[in-house]
């Protein structure tokens, strides 16, 4: 089975036995909650076993963040399942509700590529029936979309099985998919990490239409950005076509908004909004046109904006450089970490310096409402941190989510000690 919590390009959160963007293996028959330490694991018999199964999960454990939402992306593939035999069910049952706890405070997608499952791994309709009562609202209450990969008359007679417990709300979340390319209208494709057995059972069915698979499609030449992008291009880019301005504008004027608007809205940078209405917005701000929040009636929505337009830079703020640096800090006792903060931020460029440590200063306004908005430097550590940092290659790592997490709580609740010794001529503060 695998697992795969996915922020968008760089940024998928993967649990794979599961979107900001590696995949992390967990085994279904022994990860409940936080996998042991080595220490208490021990080296010999069943705790040397244990540990190797630890390895294994981390080499295929990766963060894939966000769909085309902005909502984290999680994925369940059945054909990584053990045999039944082998598999404590219960403690599976566990897990799934130990990794979901983790994004379900937020709106989250889950995808669930089908294939694979088998009567030596099917779980019994008992087990099916048991885990759908499990999964409370909490669990059902955020889901905006539930898409079924390669389902089967098995699917389908289950779903009939089931529907008297089924809402018609929840099943209206539910699509199917029958080919991998119909994901790509609604989650960012390329990026995501699907196991080579659907990718092949794909090509099958694919091939198995009438005649053969069709043409690939021609991907025309990347356009030359417009001298007006935002989004999807370089800080420098953005501050060579607006004079030399050090906060793109489309981070200056949601700012803005949400430090009049929305620093008291609970949950705010939890929310997703309407995915055209993001487009159209994305499509404002490239073209240079004039973007009035108020109209929207919505605070999530410049909330949402300000998000997309860090998941896309194509440079993290944070750096490809400063990424390994950042993961390090689990490894210091917690009484050096903020030293350990600042002396990372101090390596930054100036230009990346001067537009973290504004955004930093309004998470850290925000932060400081969290009694009515529910937004503690924790909350938005979690919301922001796959946002400021990913690796060159591949994805963020499960393992790395805490790195990052706790790193941009650090920045937040203590933005004073971290950024007030550093305070460039060009400065901009919100």
């Known amino acids: 089975?695998?697992?795969?919590?996915?922020?968008?390009?760089?940024?998928?959160?993967?649990?794979?036995?599961?979107?900001?963007?590696?995949?992390?293996?967990?085994?279904?028959?022994?990860?409940?909650?936080?996998?042991?330490?080595?220490?208490?694991?021990?080296?010999?018999?069943?705790?040397?076993?244990?540990?190797?199964?630890?390895?294994?999960?981390?080499?295929?454990?990766?963060?894939?963040?966000?769909?085309?939402?902005?909502?984290?992306?999680?994925?369940?593939?059945?054909?990584?399942?053990?045999?039944?035999?082998?598999?404590?069910?219960?403690?599976?049952?566990?897990?799934?509700?130990?990794?979901?706890?983790?994004?379900?405070?937020?709106?989250?997608?889950?995808?669930?590529?089908?294939?694979?499952?088998?009567?030596?791994?099917?779980?019994?309709?008992?087990?099916?029936?048991?885990?759908?009562?499990?999964?409370?609202?909490?669990?059902?209450?955020?889901?905006?979309?539930?898409?079924?990969?390669?389902?089967?008359?098995?699917?389908?007679?289950?779903?009939?099985?089931?529907?008297?417990?089924?809402?018609?709300?929840?099943?209206?979340?539910?699509?199917?998919?029958?080919?991998?390319?119909?994901?790509?209208?609604h989650l960012n494709f390329d990026q995501l990490i699907i196991p080579p057995d659907v990718l092949r059972h794909d090509e099958r069915l694919q091939a198995a239409q009438k005649g053969g698979p069709p043409p690939p499609a021609k991907t025309p030449p990347p356009r030359p950005p417009l001298p007006t992008q935002q989004f999807g291009v370089s800080l420098q880019y953005i501050r060579e076509k607006n004079t030399g301005l050090m906060i793109p504008p489309v981070m200056s004027q949601t700012v803005s908004y949400l430090k009049n608007k929305g620093l008291q809205t609970e949950g705010i940078f939890r929310r997703s909004a309407r995915v055209q209405l993001i487009k159209d917005i994305q499509k404002l701000y490239n073209q240079g046109k004039p973007v009035v929040f108020e109209q929207f009636g919505d605070v999530h929505v410049p909330a949402v904006i300000l998000k997309t337009f860090l998941r896309e830079l194509p440079e993290p703020l944070l750096t490809f450089s400063l990424y390994d640096h950042i993961l390090d800090l689990v490894r210091v006792e917690s009484s050096l970490r903020v030293s350990m903060c600042k002396h990372i931020v101090e390596r930054l460029p100036e230009p990346n310096y001067i537009v973290l440590k504004y955004l930093l200063c309004f998470l850290h306004m925000v932060s400081q409402q969290s009694l009515i908005n529910k937004m503690s430097p924790s909350n938005l550590g979690c919301v922001f941190g796959v946002n400021l940092a990913w690796p060159r290659q591949g994805s963020v790592s499960l393992t790395a989510l805490p790195s990052l997490n706790i790193f941009t709580e650090i920045l937040i609740e203590h933005y004073h000690a971290v950024f007030s010794s550093r305070c460039p001529s060009a400065q901009v503060l919100p």
């Not at 045999?83 to 069910?89: A, E, F, M, V, Y």
């Not at 219960?90 to 994004?103: M, S």
């Open 1 to 185: 089975m695998w697992l795969l919590v996915i922020p968008h390009r760089h940024k998928q959160t993967c649990l794979r036995p599961l979107g900001c963007d590696r995949t992390v293996k967990a085994d279904p028959c022994n990860a409940v909650g936080p996998p042991p330490s080595r220490q208490e694991k021990g080296e010999g018999g069943w705790m040397g076993s244990e540990l190797q199964k630890e390895e294994e999960e981390e080499e295929q454990q990766h963060h894939h963040g966000d769909d085309n939402y902005g909502r984290k992306l999680v994925i369940f593939s059945s054909c990584q399942m053990p045999p039944s035999h082998q598999l404590d069910h219960h403690r599976l049952l566990e897990y799934l509700k130990y990794t979901l706890d983790q994004y379900v405070e937020s709106d989250y997608t889950l995808v669930y590529f089908h294939h694979g499952l088998r009567s030596s791994n099917k779980p019994s309709l008992r087990w099916l029936r048991d885990a759908y009562r499990e999964f409370d609202r909490k669990y059902k209450k955020n889901l905006k979309a539930l898409y079924v990969v390669h389902p089967t008359n098995f699917i389908r007679i289950l779903w009939n099985i089931f529907k008297p417990l089924i809402s018609h709300k929840f099943g209206k979340k539910v699509t199917y998919v029958n080919y991998l390319v119909e994901l790509r209208d």
